[in-house]
């Protein structure tokens, strides 16, 4: 196994794994409450964070996560007022985001198109020993929020009204999830790019929830599916020159859809089971509580 | 006289600019079981939102458990079922992890001890859904929805229990099974609140009926008779029942 005794490979799959893990562990609290899309928002907003790094010659890493953290919060501030017309509001910040990075990348000395790239679409082999100690404490804290508060997380984002009136701090663990969601995007960045981040977020867990029924096993699931696809589309982009972040994501869309095909004859097996547990009950009959509400 | 459980005086409240509460008072004393009544849009459910501190107050004062909302704190006595045709999410969820989250106004960000696993399981027998713990959410009928969402709020124990529609969509069998768990609830000693679009199988649990008319209380009282439900102010309810002629069947068997 020549691939494990260079150093940048080590350094590679060490981000690999990390992403793998992280992606899907936040990324799972975002598809339950319908908001898959906030991951590409915030990646978005991360370019102008990577951009004022190059500016100020300092670790693009940190820098990113500071701005996305804002740019996240301010995200969630919108999306908790609902100003009626917060969609408009958020398409300001992540085309602004977007348009700021580019511009604040031509500005600076050491900022190329090429760099430009190597965050947009990620480059795992350029992993830094800097950037991995980065990616490391990130990553320790996204794991610590999301499997620690997980009880927490799931009510807030299964059912936001009923969480608050158990007591829960809703606004503070909302926030919570932003910032967490901010900073797995810092720590994607380089393996898959800012542009696909989302994909890692979002994928693995669609993946999973064709097949498990419970929220613990969607979890579980969508963190291997995660890892599996992070490290073996970055083995696969050393042997074949290809680039690492398409890889994985493909490999993700190729998992999903190995997984719905698996799922449809499992369904149609647990509602056989299911109608014949039930057969002689009331409970299925549709047409009679819909008829009970008639108004005219 | 003992503090009321629930005290609203003069509420008004406003959704957007239209003003949904025009000055209302209710007093729920512990123990007791009142029904929220009236037509679509005559605030019933703006009321007890209101209550639970999710639509907020242009005026008006709210105590809970003789404090004033705002500094009222205490939400593990509260359970709370809000108005919802489902209890799923955009990502699978079992039974048991729904009624779970009810827990956590009991356990907060602290961790889960047996105690907690043993109130959920109790809830969800309460409501006759104890077999389906491990079942997903998706897999349920409209009616065995409500009745997760109601162990949801009964996983933490409440002294009081504020349900908005809670038979809204509801088959005949699970309204009757969610009389029941209602009636052991009230017995253990526990105060009611709930918005209702008619009695139905819970017209013998309830004590008192409070009528909203486009935002203020135009009765409040015994609960109006089953087969005179058109008398009530503002009722503009039109019976599903095709035949006539089953509609005192129905409330003989129900009453």
Redesign the interface.
Known sequence: MDILELAFMQRALLAAFLVGVTAPAIGIYLVQRRQALMGDGIGHVALTGVGLGFLLNTSPVWVATAVCVVGAVVMELIRSYGKTRGDIALAMLFYGGMAGGVMLMSLSSSGSNANLTTYLFGSITTVSQQDIVAICILATFVILTTVGLRRQLFAICQDEEFARVTGLPVRLLNLLVAVTAAVTVTVAMRVVGLLLVSALMVIPVAASQQIARSFATTFAMAVAVGVLVTVSGTVTSYYVDVPSGATIVLLAIGVFVVLTMIATPLAKRRAETAAAAERCTLEETPAGPATDDVQV | MEQPVISLRGATASLGSRPVLRGVDLAVHRGEVVALLGA?GSGKSTAVRAV???VPLTGGELELFGTPRRRF????R?G?V?Q?TTAA??????V???V???R??R???GP?RKADREAVTKALELVGMADRI???VN?L????HQRVLIA?ALA?EPELLIMDEPM???????QEVLAKALREEVARGATVLLVL?ELGPLEPLIDRAVVLRDGCVVHDGPPPQAVGQHALPGHD??H?HADPAAEPIRTGLLS
Do not use: M
């Not at chain 2, 999410?89 to 079992?94: D, E, I, L, Y």
């Not at chain 2, 009928?141 to 065995?144: A, I």
């Open positions: 679509n639970v501190g999710q704190r205490d939400w593990s509260v709370y809000p919802r999410s955009g990502v699978p969820a079992t048991r992890e729904v779970s989250a009810g956590l106004a356990t907060g960000l889960t491990k079942d997903s897999a009928s409209g009616g065995q949801r933490g809204a969509g509801v088959d005949l069998a699970s679009h309810h039109v599903p």
